[in-house]
């Protein structure tokens, strides 16, 4: 097997398990029993998203991807700690 045809089977591999995780945490997302555990399954839901993004960027070689990516864990990190700080306080902005 070549380099080229690991890393192929590496991507194809790796998109599978983490289109695994996303369906899971979606589930937990609509499922959760808590507003806790809504918000750590969002969380994971945006890290999958921009894990794909770069996955996908590595498959066509384009860095383009990985600054969206970038941009999409800032998002994401920014609304998760958002959405801790409305759970712990009831509010966002004191």
Request: proline residues 1%; charged residues 15%; glycine residues 8%.
């Amino acid at each position: 097997m070549t380099a080229a045809g690991l890393l192929h089977w590496g991507l194809v591999v790796a998109h599978a398990l983490l289109s695994v995780a996303f369906v899971l945490a979606a589930a937990r997302l609509f499922r959760g029993p808590r507003a806790q555990d809504r918000v750590l399954a969002f969380d994971a839901l945006y890290l999958n998203g921009a894990l794909q993004a770069v996955l996908f960027g590595v498959r066509v070689s384009d860095a383009a991807y990985l600054e969206a990516a970038l941009v999409m864990t800032l998002l994401g990190f920014a609304s998760s700690a958002a959405l801790a700080k409305f759970l712990m306080r009831g509010e966002v902005i004191e």
